[in-house]
């Protein structure tokens, strides 16, 4: 492959040649309907998606951000109530549980699967336990891709009748032993921007849940708390999923377990190819999780050098997320400084995310890896 080779980080336009026809005939039929809003392809997206969920329910929401908003106020998760979540996700977890008018409380990570660090996670629980704080809920993010030690989670939240909330928007397919992400917890939150594993053409999310009297109210939340039409059982909000985007998110899921084999290959092929460089850590898959590759991320202590020497040479990667959550201007609130997170903040630090997605090809895997050697050597 020559140097001027250009290896985008996520390529939606060789996605949607590939599945051309389908989109454009299913947004067409649409368009002839003229059902934009909560129609038959809304409803039909819901029980496919909660189908490969392995889930009872499924309700389409706006956005991810709004599907985890919903999911809390259904969960009754309000004022003074507190939340525990990493502080190495998207910021529109942490938004969630401030918008409820809950609290959030940051536990650290574990540097190897970048998820809460199990042991801390149980130290806080018990002390704010024992001082007897108002701690409602865990939100566990599949982050990258990866589910969470679930069986470990799960007995924290039976032991301190907590509720456990799965931030999927990262992790649609993924599986911890054969159980699917969306099924795991009280109630799973997905996202479909464009760039996640299975994406819309626009924004979109859907709350999952096995819990039929949460899947209803989430069903009312997001459509002005209405169950008949001018008839309506509580205020919500306006965030349905546009049948346009159900259309759409209907014909990808059909292509989304070859999509995903292509990032496990992917990743595989990354490992083993970079598995040798001693400057350089492989994420690190639990036996029992399914990862579903959502970013390929490495470490490396040179990491931004490393990423200007692949941007030269036409790689382009990504980095998620540069500044942790506690250290963002937005949450100077909390009272939070550095060093209160170390895991967190070393691995903003030192994270690259290599170009990962359904389409990227072995040649490209070894090009990205050929030009990470160069750096290294
Ligand atoms: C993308 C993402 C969200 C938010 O989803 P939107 O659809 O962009 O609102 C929430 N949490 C995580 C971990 C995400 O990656």
């Not at 009754?76 to 996700?89: A, F, K, M, Y």
């Not at 100077?332 to 903003?348: C, I, M, S, V």
């Amino acid at each position: 492959m020559s140097q001027t080779t250009q290896i985008p980080f996520v390529n939606l336009l060789a996605q949607y040649k590939s599945i051309q026809e389908e989109i454009d005939s299913a947004i067409h039929s649409v368009l002839e309907s003229t059902a934009f809003v909560m129609g038959g392809e809304v409803k039909a997206f819901e029980e496919e998606f909660a189908h490969y969920c392995r889930a009872r329910h499924c309700r389409g929401v706006g956005n991810g951000t709004d599907a985890l908003v919903l999911a809390l106020r259904a969960l009754r998760i309000g004022p003074g109530d507190l939340v525990i979540t990493p502080p190495n996700t998207f910021i529109a977890t942490t938004e969630a549980i401030t918008h409820v008018g809950a609290r959030t409380i940051f536990v650290d990570i574990d540097p190897l699967t970048f998820h809460l660090d199990l042991d801390r996670l149980e130290e806080k629980v018990t002390s704010l336990r024992e001082r007897g704080e108002p701690l409602k809920a865990i939100i566990a993010v599949h982050l990258f891709g990866q589910p969470c030690v679930w069986p470990a989670l799960e007995r924290l939240a039976a032991e301190h009748d907590l509720l456990l909330v799965e931030d999927a928007a990262q992790a649609h397919g993924g599986e911890w032993d054969e159980r699917r992400v969306g099924s795991l917890g009280d109630i799973a939150c997905f996202s479909f921007y464009p760039g996640k594993n299975l994406g819309a053409y626009g924004d979109g999310g859907a709350v999952v849940t096995n819990d039929d009297e949460l899947a209803e109210k989430v069903g009312l939340l997001r459509n002005h708390g209405c169950a008949e039409k001018h008839v309506h059982e509580m205020e919500g909000v306006n965030s349905r999923l546009d049948s346009l985007q159900a259309a759409v998110l209907r014909v990808k899921l059909r292509h989304l377990e070859k999509w995903t084999e292509n990032r496990i290959a992917t990743a595989r092929r990354y490992g083993e190819r970079l598995a040798d460089i001693e400057s350089v850590v492989v994420p690190r898959r639990n036996d029992l999780a399914r990862h579903v590759y959502h970013l390929y991320v490495i470490r490396t202590k040179a990491r931004d050098a490393l990423r200007e020497h692949l941007q030269s040479q036409g790689v382009s990667t990504g980095i998620h997320y540069p500044i942790p959550l506690h250290l963002q201007p937005a949450y100077r609130y909390l009272g939070h400084q550095r060093g209160d997170f170390p895991a967190a903040e070393a691995a903003a630090d030192e994270i690259l995310s290599l170009p990962m997605d359904g389409e990227v090809t072995a040649d490209q895997v070894d090009h990205v890896c050929d030009t990470v050697r160069d750096f290294v050597q």
